[in-house]
């Protein structure tokens, strides 16, 4: 953290964060940190005793009710963090029988499991462990609150209320109050449930991690654009994950994985997340920029016209104020080929509604704080808004002087428009003879406008 924010001064750059809780995650207990070497066709205990050391016949578990929620037949696999199915150090195990609190399960495939941290799945069964544990709430109350962050990311969520709750929690500790909350899809119960889990969460992560493991892999693609257009559909940022694992140990990604994540582009994916390639992986930054070069491939050959109507035709009439302004911005820019939209916000929410059409031109929404007292001090709100949007696709945020109204009473803006200009010019997106659509709010109406610009 400390690094990150010497790099934000540095760079000149805004940053977010985000915290990715625990949930209800079934752990194999290895204190020694040996590798533990199982063999296909043997037989293997997996006990809730976490003070047994763990050997190829005997795996303890970090949860107490595994007896109760499985059944002869069923199949657990155990895998790294962040790298299952990686062959050589994942495993299947199918369930034998039960003995007391211990289950014990016959191994289908050899493999070592090396390394520190390996969780345990169980196909389709739901384990009774709440998803916000009280771990996870005590490093969200005191870390979490020391650094501010920007987003939670809730582990396994399996239904509306889980967000609800985890909404209610931050709600108490000051300003978490304003933190993001992103839903992670990782079984089947999360994705029965998708609808209304996208109703509550400000954005989805789609774990192919763990859904991998609770899915047939020949239904994980349909999963993945079915809720990433619900996501499109909503506004809400959808985020893909596990693209790129071969670059953990190899410098370039196999050409599937390069496909795989041109497709999450084309499908409209608003974010990548890289786990094991840049938690454990020996190329991170390497990996970085593979996969940036393939998004911004991927973004040239985007079909906007066709998401365009798309979206129009789902919204359907009468549309919203807002959502009529945002969409008129987005026609406007694109009829008159614009260099780039400028959208003044205090909420963010104008330029998340512009960027929700995905226009082909960036952007760029200029947060002007608003101040607050809470009658002993004054403080500005717009930090936690112009971070939160860079995770939305299209989307470049700067933090205006708070002395510059987002709405303007007679019509002239142009200290803090000229600032924009200048931010867009020095990043090469606005070039002399371009034109610009500018979306600000005047008094109560809305305006969109086109501004010619001169050298």
Same mark, same amino acid.
């Given at each position: 953290? /400390?690094?990150?924010?010497?790099?934000?001064?540095?760079?000149?750059?805004?940053?977010?964060? %985000?915290?990715?809780?625990?949930?209800?995650?079934?752990?194999?207990?290895?204190?020694?940190?040996?590798?533990?070497?199982?063999?296909?066709?043997?037989?293997?205990? =997996?006990?809730?005793?976490?003070?047994?050391?763990?050997?190829?016949?005997?795996? &303890? +578990?970090?949860?107490?009710?595994?007896?109760?929620?499985?059944?002869?037949?069923?199949?657990?696999? !155990?895998?790294?963090?962040?790298?299952?199915?990686?062959?050589?150090?994942?495993?299947?195990?199918?369930?034998?029988?039960?003995?007391?609190?211990?289950?014990?399960?016959?191994?289908?495939?050899?493999?070592?499991?090396?390394?520190?941290?390996?969780?345990?799945?169980?196909?389709?069964?739901?384990?009774?462990?709440?998803?916000?544990?009280?771990?996870?709430? /005590?490093?969200?109350?005191?870390?979490?609150?020391?650094?501010?962050?920007?987003?939670?990311?809730?582990?396994?969520?399996?239904?509306?209320?889980?967000?609800?709750?985890?909404?209610?929690?931050?709600?108490?500790?000051?300003?978490?109050?304003?933190?993001?909350?992103?839903?992670?899809?990782?079984?089947?119960?999360?994705?029965?449930?998708?609808?209304? +889990?996208?109703?509550?969460?400000?954005?989805? +992560?789609?774990?192919?991690?763990?859904?991998?493991?609770?899915?047939?892999?020949?239904?994980?693609?349909?999963?993945?654009?079915?809720? $990433?257009?619900?996501?499109?559909?909503?506004?809400?940022?959808?985020?893909?994950?596990?693209?790129?694992?071969? %670059?953990?140990?190899?410098?370039?990604?196999?050409?599937?994985?390069?496909?795989?994540?041109?497709?999450?582009? =084309?499908?409209?994916?608003?974010? !990548?997340?890289?786990?094991?390639?840049?938690?454990?992986?020996?190329?991170?930054? /390497?990996? $970085?920029?593979?996969?940036?070069?393939?998004?911004?491939?991927?973004?040239?050959?985007?079909?906007?016209? @066709?998401?365009?109507?798309?979206?129009?035709?789902?919204?359907?009439?009468? %549309?919203?104020?807002?959502?009529?302004?945002?969409?008129?911005? @987005?026609?406007?820019?694109?009829? #008159?080929?614009?260099?780039?939209?400028?959208?003044?916000?205090?909420?963010?929410?104008?330029?998340?509604? !512009?960027?929700?059409?995905?226009?082909? %031109?960036? #952007?760029?929404?200029? @947060? +002007?704080?608003?101040?607050?007292?809470?009658?002993?001090?004054?403080?500005?709100?717009?930090?936690?808004?112009?971070?939160?949007?860079?995770? #939305?696709?299209?989307?470049?945020?700067?933090?205006?002087? &708070?002395?510059?109204?987002?709405?303007?009473?007679?019509?002239?803006?142009?200290?803090?428009?000229?600032?924009?200009?200048?931010?867009?010019?020095?990043?090469?997106?606005?070039?002399?003879?371009?034109? $610009?659509?500018?979306?600000?709010?005047?008094?109560?109406?809305?305006? #969109?406008?086109?501004?010619?610009?001169?050298?």
């Amino acid at each position: 953290m /400390e690094n990150l924010k010497a790099a934000v001064k540095f760079t000149k750059k805004l940053c977010a964060i %985000m915290l990715d809780t625990g949930g209800p995650e079934l752990q194999v207990v290895n204190k020694s940190e040996h590798p533990i070497t199982l063999e296909a066709d043997t037989k293997v205990i =997996l006990t809730p005793d976490q003070d047994k050391q763990a050997t190829s016949n005997l795996l &303890p +578990i970090n949860f107490h009710g595994l007896y109760k929620a499985v059944k002869k037949g069923d199949t657990i696999f !155990i895998g790294q963090y962040l790298f299952t199915g990686n062959e050589t150090t994942s495993v299947w195990l199918e369930v034998d029988e039960l003995k007391g609190e211990d289950v014990i399960c016959l191994i289908k495939n050899s493999a070592t499991l090396s390394g520190t941290l390996y969780t345990l799945h169980v196909s389709q069964i739901r384990i009774e462990m709440p998803t916000l544990t009280d771990k996870d709430m /005590e490093v969200i109350s005191t870390w979490g609150v020391r650094n501010n962050i920007d987003f939670l990311s809730l582990s396994y969520t399996r239904q509306a209320e889980d967000v609800r709750q985890a909404r209610s929690f931050l709600s108490k500790l000051g300003e978490l109050n304003q933190t993001q909350i992103f839903a992670k899809i990782e079984n089947i119960e999360g994705l029965t449930h998708f609808d209304e +889990i996208l109703q509550e969460a400000d954005g989805i +992560i789609f774990s192919r991690g763990t859904l991998g493991v609770d899915l047939p892999p020949e239904k994980v693609f349909l999963f993945q654009k079915a809720s $990433v257009y619900k996501c499109n559909m909503m506004g809400k940022p959808a985020v893909i994950t596990r693209v790129v694992d071969s %670059m953990t140990d190899n410098l370039r990604p196999t050409r599937a994985e390069a496909t795989d994540v041109a497709n999450a582009v =084309l499908d409209g994916s608003d974010a !990548i997340l890289l786990g094991a390639e840049t938690l454990i992986g020996l190329y991170p930054v /390497e990996t $970085v920029s593979t996969v940036g070069k393939i998004c911004a491939e991927a973004e040239k050959v985007f079909n906007q016209d @066709v998401y365009f109507k798309k979206t129009v035709k789902h919204v359907g009439e009468p %549309m919203t104020h807002l959502e009529s302004i945002a969409s008129s911005a @987005v026609r406007a820019a694109i009829k #008159v080929k614009a260099s780039a939209i400028i959208c003044f916000t205090s909420s963010g929410q104008a330029a998340r509604l !512009i960027a929700k059409y995905r226009p082909l %031109m960036p #952007v760029i929404s200029v @947060v +002007i704080p608003r101040l607050r007292t809470n009658q002993l001090r004054w403080t500005f709100s717009g930090a936690f808004e112009a971070r939160q949007s860079l995770i #939305v696709r299209g989307l470049f945020s700067m933090l205006a002087d &708070p002395r510059h109204p987002a709405e303007s009473k007679n019509g002239t803006n142009d200290s803090v428009l000229k600032v924009a200009l200048d931010h867009g010019k020095a990043s090469g997106v606005i070039k002399p003879h371009d034109r $610009v659509v500018v979306c600000q709010k005047l008094g109560d109406a809305s305006v #969109v406008k086109i501004i010619e610009l001169e050298d």
